[in-house]
C-alpha cells in the first residue's frame, strides 16, 4: 500500500531502458518516501524477467504474462494497470514517455481519476503548502517539466488524488544498478482475474518495427549545431565531422526549427538528452533548455563567434570563430592523423 510502482515497457522480452532508468529514480524517491518500490510487467514468455528488474532496487515485482499481452495493445495493458492499482493503491506511479506510456498513461490515470502529468524533466519530493485553505501537503511528488514551448520550467503536484502520475522520456534519467544480487519478492498473478475476454478484441496480425537511424542517446562523442550554423549546408560539416571521430550529430531546437537538421536530432528539454564523453557545441547559443539536455557531458568544447554565448559558461574549452572556419580545419587535422 503507498508505495512507488514503475510500469516497465517489454520489447519481446527485454525491458526497456526508459523503464530501468525509472526504476533507478523510483529507488531514489521510495527511499526518501520510507517505502517499497515495485514493477509492473506484463507481456509473454516472461520466464526470468525479474534478473532485469530486481538489480535496480525492486522490492516487489508483479508479473503478468498471457499470450495475449505481447504485442501492447491498449485495452489489457490498461485493465492490468487499472484493477492492480485499485487493489495496491500506490502512491506514485511512474512510465515512459513513449508510444505507450502516452497511450496507455491517460487511460490508466482518467479511470482511477488521478491526473498525470507528461514528459516530466525532473521528478523530486518535498511539501506544498495551500494558504487559502490552511493545509499543509507533505511528501508530495513534484513533477517538474518545460510549459509554454520550453520557456519556463513548470513544478506541478497532485495533493489530493492518488497515484500521482508523471511519464519521463528516455535518458532524461540515469540508469544505475542498485545490487546484482538485490532480494525482491516476485508475484505472478493470474491474469484472467485482471484482465476480461473482451479487452482482447484488437489482435495484431503483423508488426513492423524500425529501427533508429542513429544512436544519439548511447554515442560517446557528439557534434550539435545550433542556429548559428548558419545553413543546412554548412550543418553537412557537422556531419563530416562526426565521420571523422565516430561520433553522433544533433541539433539544439532553433536549428531544427530552422530546418538545417531532423527533429530525431533534437537535444535539449523537449527532445534528447546525451551524455557523451565529448560534447562539441557549433554555432549554440546555450539557452537554459538546451543545457538541460546536455549539461553532464564529460568534456564541453564550444565554436562560437560570440564570446559572451551562455553556453561557454559551461564548456571546457572556447574556439572563438565560425563554424566555416574552425570545423574544416578539425576535419583536416583529424584525417592528418588518424591514418
Do not use: W
Not at 565521420?243 to 531532423?262: M, P, Q, Y
Not at 559572451?308 to 592528418?336: F, H, R, S
Amino acid at each position: 500500500m503507498n508505495n512507488v510502482f514503475v510500469y516497465c515497457e517489454i520489447e519481446g522480452t527485454t525491458v526497456a531502458d526508459v523503464s530501468l532508468e525509472l526504476l533507478t529514480k523510483g529507488r531514489k524517491l521510495a527511499n526518501q518516501l520510507g517505502c517499497r518500490l515495485e514493477a509492473v510487467v506484463a507481456g509473454n514468455g516472461l520466464d526470468g524477467i525479474e534478473k532485469q528488474v530486481l538489480p535496480y532496487g525492486v522490492d516487489t515485482l508483479h508479473v503478468f504474462d498471457a499470450p495475449g499481452l505481447f504485442p501492447y495493445t491498449s485495452l489489457p495493458h490498461s485493465s492490468v494497470l487499472i484493477n492492480l492499482f485499485k487493489e495496491e493503491k500506490p502512491q506514485i506511479c511512474l512510465m515512459g514517455a513513449t508510444v505507450i506510456g502516452r497511450d496507455l498513461g491517460p487511460r490508466v490515470s482518467s479511470a482511477l481519476t488521478s491526473g498525470l502529468t507528461a514528459d516530466c524533466t525532473s521528478l523530486e519530493i518535498g511539501n506544498h503548502e495551500d494558504k487559502k485553505a490552511g493545509i499543509t501537503y507533505e511528501n508530495l511528488l513534484y513533477q517538474i517539466r518545460p510549459a509554454f514551448g520550453g520557456n519556463i520550467v513548470a513544478t506541478i503536484i497532485n495533493p489530493e488524488h492518488r497515484p500521482q502520475m508523471a511519464t519521463v522520456r528516455e535518458g532524461v534519467m540515469k540508469k544505475e544498478i542498485l545490487d546484482a544480487g538485490y532480494k525482491g519478492e516476485v508475484v505472478k498473478h493470474d491474469v484472467a482475474k485482471y484482465v476480461p475476454v473482451t479487452d482482447y478484441v484488437v489482435k495484431v496480425i503483423d508488426r513492423h518495427v524500425e529501427q533508429a537511424k542513429h544512436n544519439l542517446k548511447g554515442a560517446p562523442i557528439v557534434v550539435a549545431g545550433g542556429y548559428g550554423v548558419g545553413s543546412k549546408e554548412n550543418f553537412n560539416l557537422l556531419f563530416d565531422l562526426a565521420k571523422e571521430l565516430h561520433a553522433e550529430v544533433g541539433a539544439s531546437r532553433a536549428a531544427v526549427d530552422a530546418g538545417f537538421c531532423d527533429h530525431d536530432r533534437q537535444i535539449g528539454q523537449t527532445g534528447l538528452t546525451v551524455r557523451p564523453k565529448l560534447y562539441i557545441a557549433c554555432g549554440i547559443s546555450g539557452q537554459i533548455q538546451h543545457i538541460a539536455g546536455m549539461q553532464d557531458a564529460g568534456i564541453i568544447i564550444s565554436i562560437n563567434n560570440d564570446e559572451n554565448a551562455p553556453i561557454n559558461t559551461i564548456a571546457d574549452y572556447v574556439i572563438n570563430g565560425t563554424v566555416e572556419e574552425v570545423l574544416p580545419k578539425m576535419i583536416k587535422y583529424y584525417k592528418q592523423n588518424t591514418k
